[in-house]
């Protein structure tokens, strides 16, 4: 689907639907305002949207994953910036950057300080080299946002998975992380995964499985404490696939949202240095051997066991191995649904929810688990621990919840693997 077949015009104002439906909602979400969210479709007949990254101006960056780069200017034009080999409509290609499974183009962040740098920072497989990896790419975008030049890897070395292997998801591209944030702290943070290797995540020099911290040119902050003899650049490791990151509001501190094994999603509090505890390797936890050396699925997976005796097989934070691991705050009730996206809902137009964090939930749906597809609103403490869990009544269809980011306006913006950004507003 090429971008000149793209819908830009604002599609529908949908009031949420009142009256005879109220009464269907419960008690606490009547008192929370959802019954005023409006919901706007930014954009449609998208290609599996990926992430979006906003100016002050309203300006909006997106990624689509098997297309490239494009920006939605303030009045609604959309313009192209960055193809990936084989796209159509851009103009510009990138022909080493190419899609497969869950690869492809992903995390997008503008810098804070665009207005004098004109920078944008991209996440993308590449194959440049071979093994293949993941990329963070440095761009700049020119004056009428029509194009970008000066294309700089500062990040080159995220494993990328070339080989299939032996289990029911085990084909290539799998779990490349993808998130792409600037912290309060100007620092980059990017999410990775494990790429279904099971030497990833514990490993101190492969960068996949980790949330790494770096400046504008890929380098280490200097204030990473990560363990003796690791990467310098690596801020948490021992995750499984974190595809989202946000940061607390009050206290600046990062929180990810990782995909689970058929079992407990995670939300976890990062502290520099740590280690959040997963270990799929043959032989830990009590466990045996497992396919392919990797027991991030098998044989979790096996029929007859229930969601608690997956997660006592296969941790997603092993705490008896681990002892200092990061704990999890959250594990979606034991069930692995997707968890994809993160981001802080900021503003006194989300009344209760000012300062609530929101996930983004694909809903999966293997393995005897319920289907998600949903946003969850969840409320935390001063000390960061799950207060409140809601689900977000929704005035639209569901659909896989790639990305939720909050927009210059204090709105929700929402990208799902269906090809829609939609727009969610609080208050009326
Ligand atoms: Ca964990």
């Given at each position: 689907m090429g971008h000149l077949s793209r819908t830009t015009a604002i599609m529908a104002l949908v009031p949420l639907m009142t009256g005879a439906f109220a009464s269907l909602s419960s008690v606490s979400a009547q008192s929370i305002n959802t019954s005023s969210l409006q919901h706007t479709v930014v954009l449609s007949d998208l290609d599996e949207p990926w992430d979006m990254s906003f100016l002050d101006d309203g300006t909006m960056f997106f990624t689509e994953k098997c297309d490239g780069l494009s920006v939605r200017l303030p009045s609604g034009e959309v313009n192209a910036l960055l193809g990936m080999s084989g796209a159509e409509g851009y103009p510009a290609t990138a022909d080493d950057l190419f899609c497969d499974g869950q690869a492809g183009m992903m995390g997008v962040a503008v810098d804070p300080d665009f207005a004098t740098n004109r920078q944008v920072y991209v996440y993308s497989t590449s194959n440049m080299v071979t093994p293949h990896t993941?990329?963070?790419?440095r761009l700049v975008v020119n004056e009428d946002f029509t194009g970008v030049s000066d294309r700089t890897d500062i990040v080159a070395?995220?494993?990328?998975?070339?080989?299939?292997t032996d289990h029911p998801f085990g084909g290539t591209g799998a779990h490349n992380g993808g998130r792409v944030r600037f912290g309060p702290d100007g620092y980059i943070y990017l999410t990775t995964g494990d790429t279904h290797n099971g030497e990833v995540p514990q490993s101190p020099t492969i960068m996949g499985s980790k949330v790494l911290r770096i400046d504008r040119d890929g380098n280490a902050a200097p204030e990473n404490t990560p363990p003796e003899g690791f990467d310098k650049r690596t801020f948490t490791y021992g995750h499984r696939n974190v595809q989202g990151i946000a940061f607390h509001p009050a206290t600046g501190t990062p929180i990810t949202a990782e995909h689970g094994?058929?079992?407990s999603d995670e939300i976890t509090v990062l502290q520099n240095g740590g280690n959040a505890g997963w270990d799929p390797r043959p032989n830990m936890a009590g466990r045996g051997d497992c396919p392919d050396d990797y027991c991030g699925y098998s044989p979790n997976q096996m029929e007859g066991m229930n969601r608690y005796e997956r997660a006592a097989f296969m941790p997603m934070t092993d705490l008896e191995t681990y002892p200092d691991a990061m704990p999890p705050i959250w594990d979606n009730n034991g069930w692995s649904q997707g968890t994809s996206s993160a981001a802080f809902l900021e503003g006194e137009q989300w009344g209760d929810w000012n300062g609530a964090m929101v996930v983004g939930i694909m809903g999966i749906g293997f393995g005897g688990t319920p289907?998600?597809?949903?946003?969850?609103v969840i409320e935390l403490?001063?000390?960061l621990?799950?207060?409140d869990v809601t689900e977000m009544t929704l005035p639209m269809e569901t659909g896989r919840f790639r990305s939720v980011v909050l927009g210059p306006d204090g709105s929700l913006y929402t990208a799902t693997d269906e090809g829609f950004i939609h727009k969610l507003t609080p208050g009326s």
């Amino acid at each position: 689907m090429g971008h000149l077949s793209r819908t830009t015009a604002i599609m529908a104002l949908v009031p949420l639907m009142t009256g005879a439906f109220a009464s269907l909602s419960s008690v606490s979400a009547q008192s929370i305002n959802t019954s005023s969210l409006q919901h706007t479709v930014v954009l449609s007949d998208l290609d599996e949207p990926w992430d979006m990254s906003f100016l002050d101006d309203g300006t909006m960056f997106f990624t689509e994953k098997c297309d490239g780069l494009s920006v939605r200017l303030p009045s609604g034009e959309v313009n192209a910036l960055l193809g990936m080999s084989g796209a159509e409509g851009y103009p510009a290609t990138a022909d080493d950057l190419f899609c497969d499974g869950q690869a492809g183009m992903m995390g997008v962040a503008v810098d804070p300080d665009f207005a004098t740098n004109r920078q944008v920072y991209v996440y993308s497989t590449s194959n440049m080299v071979t093994p293949h990896t993941n990329r963070l790419m440095r761009l700049v975008v020119n004056e009428d946002f029509t194009g970008v030049s000066d294309r700089t890897d500062i990040v080159a070395d995220v494993p990328y998975k070339m080989e299939a292997t032996d289990h029911p998801f085990g084909g290539t591209g799998a779990h490349n992380g993808g998130r792409v944030r600037f912290g309060p702290d100007g620092y980059i943070y990017l999410t990775t995964g494990d790429t279904h290797n099971g030497e990833v995540p514990q490993s101190p020099t492969i960068m996949g499985s980790k949330v790494l911290r770096i400046d504008r040119d890929g380098n280490a902050a200097p204030e990473n404490t990560p363990p003796e003899g690791f990467d310098k650049r690596t801020f948490t490791y021992g995750h499984r696939n974190v595809q989202g990151i946000a940061f607390h509001p009050a206290t600046g501190t990062p929180i990810t949202a990782e995909h689970g094994p058929w079992h407990s999603d995670e939300i976890t509090v990062l502290q520099n240095g740590g280690n959040a505890g997963w270990d799929p390797r043959p032989n830990m936890a009590g466990r045996g051997d497992c396919p392919d050396d990797y027991c991030g699925y098998s044989p979790n997976q096996m029929e007859g066991m229930n969601r608690y005796e997956r997660a006592a097989f296969m941790p997603m934070t092993d705490l008896e191995t681990y002892p200092d691991a990061m704990p999890p705050i959250w594990d979606n009730n034991g069930w692995s649904q997707g968890t994809s996206s993160a981001a802080f809902l900021e503003g006194e137009q989300w009344g209760d929810w000012n300062g609530a964090m929101v996930v983004g939930i694909m809903g999966i749906g293997f393995g005897g688990t319920p289907l998600g597809q949903r946003i969850d609103v969840i409320e935390l403490t001063d000390d960061l621990k799950v207060k409140d869990v809601t689900e977000m009544t929704l005035p639209m269809e569901t659909g896989r919840f790639r990305s939720v980011v909050l927009g210059p306006d204090g709105s929700l913006y929402t990208a799902t693997d269906e090809g829609f950004i939609h727009k969610l507003t609080p208050g009326s």
